[in-house]
């Protein structure tokens, strides 16, 4: 049994060494696979890095002395800023340096400055650790030397060329400098916010001391932490972030030995407001507003990149011009009349076909380091949003018209009461009327017609960005999300542009030193289709013109425009205007640093400042108007028809209105509102001899709501209204004898709802004499022959000679006498002008025969007229139809 176990554990050793010699071979070859990848990618990457190292640029000496400036130009390439040329700066030697400024700035830059030959492997290393366990960008390992490099010749792009080529170029600036040199350049070099460059203009700007020999340990500390923060850590505008940062200092400081714990205290203790200096009003680059506004996109697109610093040839969308007229509008020296001295503002102009920003007002007198109210603010829009989050989405997706009726009346939102600003409530309105009057219910009911998700995704395409991702139907009147004017500038010009948005950018393209040409010109992207854009600003046009932007509007150009107003309670804090046309995009914000209470005043200089603006802008150009496309259509519609209907061939013309369609949504049924009044029944009329008038009357169904209109023509003459009655009779008194009246009678509805009747007609024949004839003594007193001739001596001088005038006279001279005349007769007026043919029937009770009709000077005048001293009415009627006097009586 020994002998079998030992020969079963021999067995054993045997199949293990027989395994291990079978995974040998495996083992290696998988060795060498990976030994040969590693050789590889050795290979390769000392190859990328030996070209990284080829394509870097030559140590410049005169580059590592002072900044590499940037020149800024504009839309036609013409310099405006040199921005190295303003930059505050004093230069120091290392001999000057006080010990206590070295020992801060080693402590935190580059502990080991002294050792190392450029680059610090130790540093890489625990960087490198550090971006492995707490993320990429945890910890940097740049030394003071590749920091000099990266300031003289390089970008800030984190790519790994710049960084090989920072590493190399650190290397070599080592070998060639010496320690001491290298620290001069990067203390000469930083920038320390504040508009100070070098560590000698930091000490006078912050401390006001021309010496640098003279600081003391904190405000050493102090300004060895500013440069990798200076706007940050500025002492003038973030006290609290500057006294930690100081704080970080010594403590890196009392670490390396360089102070005692006790000495880093007491600098702790030190005020801030103690050390430092009032702060100094920082030189003022020309456009400034505009160049904050580059610095800020150049370093967003450019991934960190400096304008004061690195070098870089920007060519901008700036018109001069455009700039220039907004600073002036801007200045405390300009046209506008500003209410107080705190209110604050803000203007952004753009293009409205591409969306490149053209000026900038920043604020008024704007300066370096100000707050950009154009760019930099988040304050609600108001009524600027309605547009932008409901009606352009329910446009845009609902198809509605612009006649789309909607009902304001009292509502509740969020369990809150929501009014117009005027607290009324007007029933049922269009799209059109309810946006260029800026009312509140509708708008809110139209963002929840059209569902809050559709309505952000349509802002959201016009670069609108909410508070938590979030929409409100509060946003539907601008009560939550805030935004600045170039947003809205870029907004706006999206309804100008056929609906193509475009982000608002003043940077069209970057040359960078060694490295070429960067576009940063953003791509447009459709926000709309063309239909919604038109029909916003066709109502928005409907604002200016006769809505609550008609203050701004531009005579002789075609612009639409949106006001706005913020509430807050029984306060408004901001006040808004956006206006556009084809060409140009602008929005103009108005309230104060702290929200307060605007005066009426204040709410009118956003319009105040567009409208001369928009006419600058505009002058010597031939502005398009808006574009309506195919898929529109005008329609006209019957008014307060709901929902909209075709006008019927009985509507009004006065209630009839013609509103934009989208061609698939036009409507198509006829109103039967608007029908045709039924023609009077059963006319009759008759002579009545007893009274000497005649008797009209008729029947009538449905009187309520109807008036009738009584006309009449006498002997075939031309028809006059008579009068307009309530009733079903009507007696027609001074009638004329032997004539032939034929009277018409209308039925007309008192609301206008409906067509007028059809006439109904009835002929009545008076006797051919009505009273006892005149005898010869009287003809002859009267001086009238029998064809009823009449020659008025008395009236020869004032009348002209020739004219004819054919009438009929019942005249009572002075003496009383009475006489009836039926004939032609012509008579010779002497008057001023012309010959006058007028035909008359006459009542006169003055001294000669006036033939009733009046002397005018217009060639042949019907004139009908019944008088007693005057001569006759100012506007005469013919025989036929009966004197003005009898129009009276008969009404």
Do not use: C
């Not at 929902?643 to 369609?661: C, M, Q």
């Not at 002997?715 to 004329?736: A, M, P, V």
């Amino acid at each position: 049994m020994a002998n079998d176990s030992q020969s079963r554990t021999a067995r054993r050793k045997q199949m293990k060494t027989s395994k291990k010699s079978k995974k040998s071979p495996k083992f290696k070859k998988i060795f060498m696979i990976l030994l040969t990848i590693g050789i590889v990618l050795m290979l390769g990457v000392g190859g990328l890095f030996a070209y990284y190292v080829a394509a870097a640029p030559e140590l410049d000496e005169s580059k590592l002395s002072v900044p590499f400036s940037s020149k800024v130009y504009d839309e036609n390439g013409e310099l405006v800023a040199d921005l190295a040329g303003d930059e505050r700066r004093t230069k120091v030697t290392y001999d000057e340096i006080p010990t206590v400024l070295k020992d801060a700035v080693i402590a935190t830059e580059d502990a080991r400055f002294y050792s190392h030959f450029g680059i610090d492997f130790r540093r890489i290393g625990g960087a490198v650790l550090a971006n492995i366990t707490e993320g990429f960008g945890a910890e940097g390992a740049s030394t003071i030397t590749q920091q000099v490099v990266k300031q003289s010749f390089l970008t800030s792009d984190k790519t790994l060329k710049r960084k090989v080529q920072e590493q190399y170029l650190a290397i070599k600036l080592d070998q060639d400098y010496s320690k001491e040199k290298i620290l001069e350049m990067y203390l000469n070099k930083n920038y320390y916010g504040a508009g100070a460059y070098g560590v000698a203009e930091a000490a006078e700007t912050y401390f006001g001391k021309n010496d640098i020999s003279k600081l003391t340990l904190p405000e050493a500390a102090l300004l060895a932490g500013l440069p990798q923060r200076p706007s940050g850590y500025m002492p003038f505008d973030n006290p609290d972030l500057a006294k930690d940062r100081m704080s970080t200092v010594l403590s890196l400081m009392v670490q390396h030995g360089k102070i005692t714990e006790a000495e880093a205290e007491e600098a702790r203790q030190v005020n801030l407001k103690d050390i430092l200096v009032e702060e100094q009003q920082q030189k003022t680059n020309p456009y400034q507003a505009f160049i904050d506004r580059v610095a800020k996109e150049v370093e967003k697109k450019m991934d960190g990149a400096d304008i004061y610093k690195d070098g870089l040839k920007i060519y901008t969308t700036l018109d001069p011009k455009a700039q220039d007229q907004v600073e002036q509008l801007l200045s405390s020296d300009g046209p506008i009349s500003w209410p107080d001295e705190e209110l604050r503002t803000g203007v952004a102009v753009t293009n409205t076909k591409t969306g490149a920003i053209k000026a900038i007002g920043g604020g008024r007198d704007y300066e370096k380091g100000n707050l950009n109210f154009a760019t930099d603010i988040k304050r609600q829009p108001g009524s600027t949003f309605k547009p932008i989050t409901a009606y352009g989405p329910a446009i845009q997706y609902d198809k509605i018209s612009t006649y789309h009726q909607i009902k304001d009346e009292p509502l509740e939102v969020n369990g809150k009461e929501v009014n117009n600003f005027d607290n009324r409530f007007r029933g049922w309105v269009s799209a059109r009327y309810a946006l260029s009057r800026s009312l509140n219910i509708p708008a809110l009911k139209t963002i929840e017609e059209v569902g809050l998700d559709r309505a952000k995704e349509f802002a959201e395409g016009l670069g609108i960005k909410f508070n938590d991702d979030k929409i409100h139907q509060m946003d539907a009147i601008g009560g939550g999300t805030g935004v600045n004017p170039v947003q809205l500038a870029g907004s706006y010009a999206a309804f100008g542009n056929e609906g193509v948005y475009t982000e608002p950018y003043t940077v069209t393209k970057v040359e960078v030193p060694g490295e070429g040409t960067i576009d940063l010109t953003p791509e447009s992207s459709s926000a709309m289709n063309s239909y919604t854009a038109f029909m916003i600003s066709d109502m928005l046009q409907t604002t200016m013109s006769e809505g609550t932007g008609t203050a701004a509007n531009v005579p002789g150009v075609p612009d639409a425009g949106k006001t706005g107003t913020t509430n807050r309670g029984d306060f408004a804090p901001d006040s808004w205007f956006n206006g556009y046309t084809t060409d140009y995009s602008i929005s103009i914000w108005t309230g104060y640093d702290e929200e307060k209470a605007l005066s009426q005043a204040a709410k009118d200089i956003p319009k105040q400042i567009y409208r001369p603006l928009m006419a600058s802008l505009s002058e010597g150009k031939d502005t398009a108007d808006f574009k309506k496309p195919d898929s529109v259509a005008w329609v006209d519609v019957e008014e307060d028809s709901r929902p909209a209907r075709l006008p019927s061939d009985y509507t009004p013309d006065s209630r009839i209105v013609t509103e934009l369609f989208h061609v698939d949504n036009q409507p198509s049924k006829v109103s039967e509102v608007f029908q045709k009044l039924d023609p009077v029944q059963s006319l009759s009329g008759a002579f009545n001899e007893e009274s000497g008038s005649i008797d009209l009357s008729w029947n009538y169904e449905e009187k309520d709501g109807v008036t009738f209109r009584i006309a009449a023509s006498i002997d075939g003459g031309e028809s006059r209204e008579l009068t307009t009655t309530k009733e079903t009779e009507l007696e027609i008194t001074s009638i004329d004898p032997g004539a032939t009246y034929e009277f018409s009678v209308v039925a007309v509805s008192d609301n206008e709802d409906a067509e007028n009747s059809d006439p109904a007609t009835v002929q009545v024949q008076t006797p051919g004499s009505l009273q006892e004839e005149p005898t010869e003594e009287n003809e002859d007193e009267n001086q009238n022959e029998d064809d009823g001739n009449a020659d008025q001596e008395n009236e020869q001088e004032n009348q002209d000679e020739g004219n004819n005038e054919n009438g009929n006279g019942n005249e009572e001279n002075n003496d009383n006498n009475n006489g009836n005349g039926n004939g032609n007769g012509n008579g010779n007026e002497n008057g001023d002008d012309s010959n006058n043919n007028q035909d008359g029937n006459g009542d006169d009770n003055s001294g000669g025969n006036n033939d009733g009709g009046n002397n005018d000077d217009s060639g042949n005048n019907d004139g009908n007229g019944d008088s007693g001293q005057d001569s006759g009415s100012d506007e005469g009627s013919p025989s036929e139809d009966g004197s003005n006097n009898q129009q009276d009586d008969a009404a």
